[in-house]
């Protein structure tokens, strides 16, 4: 059975960091691309990042770049979202999510086969 599981979201002031984690099982993960979506309260699921399933090519939603990194740990079936310069626009569930198709960058939610749980981010003024 297929399971990621986001961690590592929190409250944190603005111009904070955050750090979240999301781990894969069930599947080998090295052979997926993978991506960062957020849904605030009373908005369509969004766009953060997303990566290659090697780690050598990311694309990021306009409203991160600079601020956001993706990058993951095929050993560890691990991928991660560092959050720097955090906003109170960047509150929101984020999600994880794997895409078993093939494309090298998937953006849109209907690219992806598998959803994490997903873990809220509040940013504060």
């Known amino acids: 059975q297929v399971q990621l599981v986001e961690s590592g979201g929190g409250l944190v002031q603005a111009g904070g960091s955050l750090r979240l984690s999301c781990a894969a099982s069930?599947?080998?993960?090295?052979?997926?691309?993978a991506g960062w979506f957020r849904q605030a309260p009373g908005k369509e699921r969004e766009f953060v990042a997303a990566?290659?399933?090697?780690?050598?090519?990311?694309d990021y939603a306009d409203s991160v770049k600079g601020r956001f990194a993706i990058s993951r740990d095929n050993a560890k079936n691990t991928m991660y979202l560092q959050m720097s310069a955090l906003k109170p626009e960047d509150t929101a569930v984020y999600y994880c999510?794997?895409?078993?198709?093939?494309?090298?960058?998937?953006?849109?939610?209907?690219?992806?086969?598998?959803w994490g749980q997903g873990t809220q981010v509040t940013v504060s003024l």
């Open positions: 990566i290659r399933w090697g780690g050598s090519s990311t």
């Open positions: 069930g599947l080998t993960f090295s052979r997926y691309a």
């Open positions: 999510a794997a895409d078993r198709g093939g494309r090298l960058l998937p953006i849109r939610t209907d690219a992806y086969d598998y």
